[in-house]
């Protein structure tokens, strides 16, 4: 492995709520990423944060009769418990009040403004508070932003941009030069087509119509555009200090993955890459705009006061049933539905059924036959070489589809692993062999394919993966280090038993919910 370093940052959260569900899919998705990377054996450094500028946020706290710092105080230690709760293994968490990155943003804002780059004007067009984003008359036809549906409001003012115009040739040619920089392909034609080949308008990059965020550094009566200011936390926390990269910078950038949600896919596909052009930094290797998570009526949202939180789902049915669930629900470029109903019959079926059943199986059988002592393999017959080149496949599929971010196409490949393994108890019924030999052989069969499927479950269920390693009284395993059907669990005794998934009673459950 020529570089061995694997950089993934999330989107950062806008702190002016605690994050839904929907909010935590992202990281969840990122952690899996960041977890598979490290089990391949790269040195990985995963980013995230909270976004804790502009005039929603100040509004808000106003309206609280709070200070705004006070404010996103209050939030990030919500965020931070959110991520805690769905076992979110990030490197960095990142606030963009944080004085070092306050100060390399102004930096940068003067960089851009010495060059060029940035230059005066006056502001006059549409702006929706709540998404921090500026609108043509044109996107926002009926008077409502086109992201989220909420009336614009008109707004003139003196104010700074950025000649997105200078770079809108650059940017095409490296959008059609590198397929694999916009996944998935849908939201690349979006953007080319809705917002690049119509012709990309200069943005505006400062207000002076409110107070909380980092003032121009030579306009104290101008606040550097939210999107500016937060993009650019993606390198201000790295070693990047407005005019260069020091420190690790050069370890951690570019981006090898950015992980955002399609909504805010325009800022990242064309703000984004625009002002890294500006500095004249690298782009980031791939950006993958990941779908939403939908309740039966449509996008989570708290006027409808349909919001669930991450941390009340993981109180009740456990972390890696939550962790699950949203990682294979939701499909690498369609959104995704979440009811009470559909998750407890998913970890019923997958996790209590196919997964915790087959574990149950083979140890009480191991337990019963061979005395707790994982058994050597004897010569293989047809049906133990079809499991075993099955399971070669599926292992092989995994990788494939990790290595291509299709994250739940990955875990069905795993799922399979397991349900092959029930289908081979069913076939050879080791309860009926009387050959000591063919059983030795069946159970060794279904250990190392616990195994295999176990080292590739950890990024998904690190929780439960170390549950089952711990039940087979041994160490875990990274991929890279993966030799299937080995001996090397062989005459090791087994660990104690015990349930991984027991199953949700649904009924109940969804009485209690009423």
Known sequence: MKNNNFNIYTAIVYATNKPHIGNTYEIILADAIARYKKSQGYEVYFQTGTDEHGQKIEKTAQEKNEKPQEYVDKITTEVKKVWRAVNADYDQFVRTTDEKHKQAVANLFQKLYDKGDIYEGSYEGLYCIPCESFWTKAQAEDGNCPDCNRPVAYSKEKAYFLKLSKYAKQLEKQI??????I???????????????????????????????????FDEEQVIYVW???????????????????????????????????????FHFIYWPIILMALNLPLPKQILAHPWVLMSEGKMSKSKGDLIYADDLVNKFGVDAVRFYFLNQISYANDGLFSYELFIDKVNAELANNLGNLISRTLK?????????????????????????????????????????????????????????????????????????????????????IK?????????????????????????????????????????????????FARIDKEKILKELV
């Open 176 to 181: 059609e030069e590198n397929p694999t920089f």
């Open 183 to 217: 996944q998935p392909e849908s939201r690349k034609n979006e953007i080319v087509n809705q917002f690049i080949k119509p012709g990309l308008e200069d943005l505006c990059v400062s207000r002076s119509s409110f107070n909380w965020g980092i003032k121009v550094p």
């Open 228 to 266: 500016l200011d937060a993009l650019t936390n993606y390198i201000t926390f790295i070693g990047f200090d407005g005019y260069q990269g020091k420190g690790n910078f050069a370890n951690h950038w570019p981006a090898d993955l950015h992980v955002i949600g399609k909504d805010i896919a325009r």
């Open 365 to 449: 059988m191991i337990e019963k036959y061979c005395q707790g002592i994982i058994p050597a393999a004897n010569k293989m017959d047809a049906r133990d070489q079809k499991l075993q080149a099955d399971v070669e496949k599926l292992k092989e599929k995994m990788v494939a589809k990790m290595d291509a971010f299709r994250v739940g196409e990955a875990l069905d490949a795993i799922l399979e692993i397991f349900n092959v393994a029930n289908k081979y108890i069913e076939d050879k019924k080791p309860w009926h062999l009387e050959n000591k030999g063919e059983r030795d052989n069946t159970l060794y069969n279904l250990v190392e394919t």
């Open 452 to 500: 295999i499927g176990t080292t590739l479950l950890q990024p998904f269920l690190p929780e439960t993966s170390d549950k089952i390693f711990q039940q087979l009284n041994v160490k875990s395993f990274k991929i890279k280090d993966l030799e299937t059907y080995s001996d090397e669990l062989v005459g090791k005794e087994i660990g104690k038993k015990a349930v991984l």
